[in-house]
C-alpha cells in the first residue's frame, strides 16, 4: 500500500491525537512535529516525534506517521514496529492488513493472523481490567463470608464456592492469560542459537522485520519461537513490541 492508506488510518484509526502520558511541553513538541510532516521535512519531524516516543509521550496518529516516514526510508523493522505498536493502542484491523501485506511482500514470519489470534490480542488489551475485577468480586466474596460467618452466624457455604470459583478464574487469568510479548528482529543479520550460548549450533540466520514471540530472557539471550521451534537470540537484535 501506499502513501493514501496512511492518510486513511489517520482520518479514521486515530483522529485522537492527545498524547498518553504527555506533559505541558509535549503538545508543542508535537505541534512542530506535525508541522515539519506536512511540510514534507519527514526526517526532521522523525527526530521530533522519537523524542516524544522515547519520554512515553504518544498519540496514534504520531505511531502511524513515525511507520510511514520509516517505510519511506526503507526501514522495515521500524516501521512494521510503529505499525505494531500503533495496531496495540487502536485495534485498527486496517494496520493489521498492511502489516500483513508488507510481511507477504518481503517474506517474513509471525504476521499471519485469524480470527482467534484477534481474540487473543483484544484479550491481552482487557488483561489488566480483567484482573482487577475479578479481583474485586474476589474481596466481595470474601467480605460476604465474613459478614454471614461472623455477624449473621451462617455457613457461607454458596459464598465460599462462589470464592473458590473467582478464585480459580483469577489464577488461571493472571498465569494463562497474559499476552506474550513479541518483538520485531531489528538486525539485518541474526543468528538463531539452539542454545543461550555463542557456542550453541547455528539454527538459522535471519534478517530483519521478523516478528517473533518473546518466551523468557537470560542474561544477553532471548528464548523466541522461530517456526515452532525455541530457539534463542541476543537482546540487542531484537526490538520488544510495548508501549
Known amino acids: 500500500m501506499q502513501k493514501w492508506l496512511y492518510k486513511i488510518l489517520l482520518l ?19 505541534k512542530q512535529a506535525d508541522s ?7 526526517t526532521q519531524a522523525f527526530e521530533r516525534y522519537q523524542t516524544l516516543f522515547e519520554t512515553g509521550h504518544y498519540s496514534s496518529a504520531m505511531l502511524l506517521k513515525m511507520a510511514f516516514i ?4 526503507g526501514h522495515l523493522s521500524g516501521s512494521l514496529y510503529y505499525l505494531n505498536t500503533y495496531y496495540s493502542t487502536s485495534n485498527d484491523a486496517q494496520a493489521l492488513k498492511k502489516m500483513e501485506e508488507m510481511a507477504e511482500k518481503n517474506n517474513l514470519e509471525g504476521y499471519k493472523t ?3 489470534t484477534k481474540l487473543m490480542a483484544w484479550w491481552g488489551r482487557q488483561y489488566v481490567a480483567v484482573t482487577g ?8 466474596f470474601l467480605a460476604l463470608i465474613y459478614r454471614q460467618r461472623i455477624k449473621e452466624n451462617q455457613r457461607p457455604t454458596l459464598t465460599g464456592v462462589a470464592l473458590v470459583m473467582t478464585l480459580g478464574l483469577l489464577f488461571a487469568h493472571v498465569n ?5 510479548e513479541r518483538g520485531i528482529m531489528s538486525s539485518p543479520q541474526t543468528y538463531l542459537m539452539s542454545d543461550a550460548s555463542s557456542g ?13 514471540t518473546i518466551r523468557s530472557k537470560k ?3 532471548l528464548k523466541v519461537n522461530w517456526k515452532d521451534k525455541e530457539v534463542f537470540v541476543r537482546d540487542f537484535t531484537i526490538r520488544p513490541v510495548n508501549l
Do not use: M
Open 12 to 30: 479514521v484509526g486515530c483522529a485522537p491525537v492527545a498524547l498518553a502520558n504527555g506533559p505541558s511541553a509535549a503538545p508543542a513538541v508535537l
Open 200 to 212: 550453541a549450533s547455528v539454527v538459522a540466520i535471519i534478517g530483519e522485520g521478523h516478528q517473533l
Open 219 to 221: 542474561d544477553v539471550w
Open 176 to 180: 494463562f492469560s497474559k499476552p506474550r
Open 70 to 73: 520509516e517505510e519511506g526510508l
Open 133 to 140: 475485577c475479578l479481583a474485586a468480586i474476589a474481596l466481595f
Open 114 to 116: 485469524d480470527e482467534s
Open 36 to 42: 515539519l510532516y506536512a511540510a514534507r521535512q519527514y
